[in-house]
Protein backbone atom coordinates (compact mmCIF):
# COMPACT_ATOMS: atom_id res chain seq x y z
CA UNK A 1 0.00 0.00 0.00
CA UNK A 2 3.34 2.30 0.85
CA UNK A 3 3.86 2.42 -2.63
CA UNK A 4 0.75 3.39 -4.13
CA UNK A 5 1.02 6.40 -1.74
CA UNK A 6 4.05 7.74 -3.29
CA UNK A 7 2.95 8.71 -6.57
CA UNK A 8 -1.11 10.00 -5.53
CA UNK A 9 0.45 13.57 -4.56
CA UNK A 10 1.21 13.97 -8.51
CA UNK A 11 -1.96 14.44 -9.48
CA UNK A 12 -2.52 11.99 -11.83
CA UNK A 13 -5.15 11.99 -14.54
CA UNK A 14 -5.96 8.55 -16.07
CA UNK A 15 -5.83 7.97 -19.86
CA UNK A 16 -9.42 8.21 -21.44
CA UNK A 17 -10.09 7.34 -25.42
CA UNK A 18 -9.02 10.22 -27.55
CA UNK A 19 -7.54 12.79 -24.87
CA UNK A 20 -4.35 14.09 -23.98
CA UNK A 21 -3.30 13.00 -20.58
CA UNK A 22 -0.79 14.43 -18.25
CA UNK A 23 0.01 10.79 -16.82
CA UNK A 24 -0.46 7.91 -18.37
CA UNK A 25 -0.70 4.18 -17.15
CA UNK A 26 3.02 3.88 -18.93
CA UNK A 27 4.70 6.69 -16.80
CA UNK A 28 2.47 5.26 -13.74
CA UNK A 29 4.03 2.31 -14.38
CA UNK A 30 7.01 3.61 -15.30
CA UNK A 31 7.64 5.53 -11.78
CA UNK A 32 6.45 2.85 -9.26
CA UNK A 33 9.28 0.59 -11.00
CA UNK A 34 11.53 3.24 -10.37
CA UNK A 35 10.39 3.13 -6.62
CA UNK A 36 11.07 -0.39 -6.16
CA UNK A 37 14.21 -0.25 -8.36
CA UNK A 38 15.29 2.62 -5.79
CA UNK A 39 14.81 -0.28 -3.07
CA UNK A 40 16.12 -2.76 -4.27
CA UNK A 41 19.79 -4.05 -3.64
CA UNK A 42 20.21 -6.06 -6.56
CA UNK A 43 19.28 -5.87 -10.92
CA UNK A 44 15.53 -7.06 -10.83
CA UNK A 45 13.99 -8.32 -13.81
CA UNK A 46 10.48 -7.08 -15.83
CA UNK A 47 8.95 -10.51 -14.45
CA UNK A 48 9.63 -9.92 -11.14
CA UNK A 49 8.50 -6.23 -11.07
CA UNK A 50 5.39 -6.98 -13.23
CA UNK A 51 4.44 -9.50 -10.10
CA UNK A 52 5.12 -7.13 -7.74
CA UNK A 53 3.24 -4.58 -9.73
CA UNK A 54 0.46 -7.14 -10.76
CA UNK A 55 0.83 -5.72 -14.19
CA UNK A 56 1.52 -7.25 -17.71
CA UNK A 57 5.27 -8.58 -18.18
CA UNK A 58 5.31 -7.51 -22.08
CA UNK A 59 4.11 -3.87 -21.33
CA UNK A 60 6.13 -3.62 -18.49
CA UNK A 61 9.28 -4.62 -20.25
CA UNK A 62 8.38 -2.24 -23.15
CA UNK A 63 8.69 0.32 -20.24
CA UNK A 64 11.80 -0.66 -18.91
CA UNK A 65 12.96 -0.89 -22.39
CA UNK A 66 12.59 2.62 -22.61
CA UNK A 67 14.14 4.05 -19.96
CA UNK A 68 16.88 2.21 -20.32
CA UNK A 69 17.68 3.40 -23.84
CA UNK A 70 17.31 7.17 -22.39
CA UNK A 71 19.57 6.11 -19.47
CA UNK A 72 17.22 6.21 -16.38
CA UNK A 73 17.85 2.88 -16.03
CA UNK A 74 20.67 0.47 -16.97
CA UNK A 75 20.03 -3.26 -17.90
CA UNK A 76 21.78 -6.34 -17.34
CA UNK A 77 21.95 -9.34 -19.14
CA UNK A 78 22.37 -12.79 -18.26
CA UNK A 79 21.06 -15.34 -15.20
CA UNK A 80 20.99 -12.48 -12.89
CA UNK A 81 20.35 -9.87 -14.92
CA UNK A 82 17.35 -7.00 -15.34
CA UNK A 83 17.18 -3.53 -14.48
CA UNK A 84 18.89 -1.41 -12.37
CA UNK A 85 19.03 2.91 -11.52
CA UNK A 86 21.46 4.72 -13.67
CA UNK A 87 21.81 7.41 -11.61
CA UNK A 88 21.16 8.38 -7.78
CA UNK A 89 17.09 9.42 -7.56
CA UNK A 90 18.19 12.80 -6.45
CA UNK A 91 19.38 12.72 -10.87
CA UNK A 92 16.07 11.11 -12.20
CA UNK A 93 13.67 14.03 -13.22
CA UNK A 94 10.05 13.40 -14.13
CA UNK A 95 10.15 15.23 -16.95
CA UNK A 96 12.54 12.84 -18.60
CA UNK A 97 10.87 9.95 -17.28
CA UNK A 98 7.49 10.83 -18.87
CA UNK A 99 9.18 11.83 -21.83
CA UNK A 100 11.26 8.35 -22.16
CA UNK A 101 8.29 6.35 -22.00
CA UNK A 102 5.91 8.53 -23.69
CA UNK A 103 8.14 8.70 -26.80
CA UNK A 104 7.33 12.51 -26.36
CA UNK A 105 7.10 15.49 -23.70
CA UNK A 106 3.60 14.75 -21.91
CA UNK A 107 1.12 17.63 -22.36
CA UNK A 108 -2.24 18.83 -20.49
CA UNK A 109 -3.88 19.93 -23.68
CA UNK A 110 -4.33 19.21 -26.99
CA UNK A 111 -2.56 22.43 -28.45
CA UNK A 112 0.55 23.32 -29.62
CA UNK A 113 3.36 24.72 -27.80
CA UNK A 114 4.19 27.82 -29.48
CA UNK A 115 1.78 30.07 -31.82
CA UNK A 116 3.51 29.16 -34.94
CA UNK A 117 2.34 25.43 -34.78
CA UNK A 118 -0.81 25.76 -34.02
CA UNK A 119 -2.70 23.53 -36.16
CA UNK A 120 -5.91 25.41 -37.51
CA UNK A 121 -3.60 28.33 -38.07
CA UNK A 122 -5.53 30.38 -35.76
CA UNK A 123 -3.73 30.86 -32.33
CA UNK A 124 -3.63 35.15 -33.06
CA UNK A 125 -7.04 34.73 -32.51
CA UNK A 126 -7.13 32.01 -29.69
CA UNK A 127 -7.84 33.60 -26.16
CA UNK A 128 -7.51 30.52 -24.33
CA UNK A 129 -3.96 29.39 -25.72
CA UNK A 130 -1.75 31.94 -23.41
CA UNK A 131 -3.20 30.54 -20.37
CA UNK A 132 -3.04 26.91 -21.88
CA UNK A 133 0.79 27.79 -22.57
CA UNK A 134 1.77 28.96 -19.15
CA UNK A 135 0.29 26.34 -17.48
CA UNK A 136 2.46 24.00 -19.72
CA UNK A 137 5.30 25.31 -18.94
CA UNK A 138 4.51 25.37 -14.80
CA UNK A 139 3.74 21.51 -15.23
CA UNK A 140 7.44 21.22 -17.47
CA UNK A 141 9.55 22.90 -14.85
CA UNK A 142 7.50 21.02 -11.85
CA UNK A 143 8.21 17.98 -13.50
CA UNK A 144 11.64 19.04 -14.52
CA UNK A 145 12.13 19.84 -10.58
CA UNK A 146 10.00 16.92 -9.53
CA UNK A 147 12.67 13.80 -8.59
CA UNK A 148 11.92 10.31 -7.97
CA UNK A 149 13.75 11.10 -4.22
CA UNK A 150 11.02 13.56 -3.66
CA UNK A 151 8.80 10.90 -4.16
CA UNK A 152 10.39 8.39 -2.20
CA UNK A 153 10.70 11.11 0.56
CA UNK A 154 6.43 11.02 0.46
Do not use: H
Not at 77 to 88: P, R, S, T, V
Not at 92 to 104: A, D, F, H, P, T
Not at 138 to 153: H, N, V
Amino acid sequence: MELYQNYIYLAIIREKKNKIMLITRASEYAILSLILLSKASSPQGAETLSKELSISKSFLAKILQSLAKNGVLKSYKGANGGFALAKEPKDINMLKVMSSVEGKAPAVFDCASSADDCPSNKAELCSIWPFFNKLQTKIDIFLATLTLADILEE
